[in-house]
């Protein structure tokens, strides 16, 4: 109840104020759009993309079989970051997402591996929250990382094909099994013998990037890279 109240007033919020920034409140000036510099220079780069075996990957290791992983920033409650993606999933702030991933994709084309990714595909929302949210916070960043790195989305091969609830108070078993068997490939041939880039908002356990992962490295030939906003220790 009381989140949902926060939910609403946030909508309220941003209705009235947009030209408040969406990470502090703050005015924007003539030159910032969305999120001022302020904000900008307080996130924490975590640089994971040009580093081998760093901790995302390491997260996959054992499970899947991963080509690369990044997150783009480090994620913890005391962050702007945190005031940022709460604009981008509850006060329809989609351009937010588009934001955040145009400055990933600018880090992005400093690793080696990224002139091999093939296509972009963002973890898809179920039915019932598309129509809560409206979007799809993760193709927004997808969206961004597509126009900076000007390689294709594809947003219907892979679909999410179960209601999953909340992963939010769930602890790290039940995660994993909230999410198995949520996602599909409908349509392998748009995917066959390509290197797929990944795209979610937050990587926390590795859950559900873990399973739709599974469910497109099944198709033939299919090699796998990740990539999110922020990394939430765990
Ligand atoms: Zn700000």
């Not at 769930?170 to 349509?187: G, L, P, T």
């Not at 880039?197 to 739709?212: P, Q």
Request: net charge positive.
């Amino acid at each position: 109840m009381i989140k949902n109240l926060r939910k609403i007033s946030n909508q309220i919020f941003s209705l009235f104020y947009p030209n408040l920034c969406a990470g502090c409140h703050n005015d924007l000036v003539s030159y910032e759009k969305i999120i001022c510099l302020s904000c900008w220079e307080t996130l924490p780069k975590t640089n994971f993309h040009t580093r081998e075996k760093n901790p995302i990957e390491q997260k996959f290791w054992g499970k899947i079989n991963i080509q690369h992983a990044t997150s783009f920033y480090y994620f913890n409650k005391e962050c702007r970051l945190q005031e940022i993606l709460h604009a981008l999933k509850y006060r329809k702030q989609y351009e937010v997402g588009i934001l955040l991933g145009q400055k990933m994709g600018v880090d992005l084309t400093y690793a080696t591996w990224i002139n091999d990714i093939d296509v972009i595909i963002s973890i898809p929302l179920s039915k019932e929250k598309m129509r809560f949210r409206g979007y799809n916070q993760s193709e927004s960043i997808a969206q961004g990382l597509s126009a900076v790195l000007n390689i294709p989305i594809n947003a219907d091969a892979v679909s999410r094909i179960k209601n999953t609830e909340s992963q939010t108070n769930k602890n790290i078993s039940e995660r994993f099994e909230n999410v198995k068997d949520a996602f599909a490939v409908v349509d392998k041939e748009k995917i066959k013998n390509k290197h797929v880039l990944l795209i979610d908002d937050v990587l926390t356990t590795g859950a559900t990037l873990e399973a739709c992962a599974r469910e497109i490295l099944s198709i033939e030939n299919c090699k796998i890279s990740i990539a999110t906003i922020a990394y939430a220790m765990d």
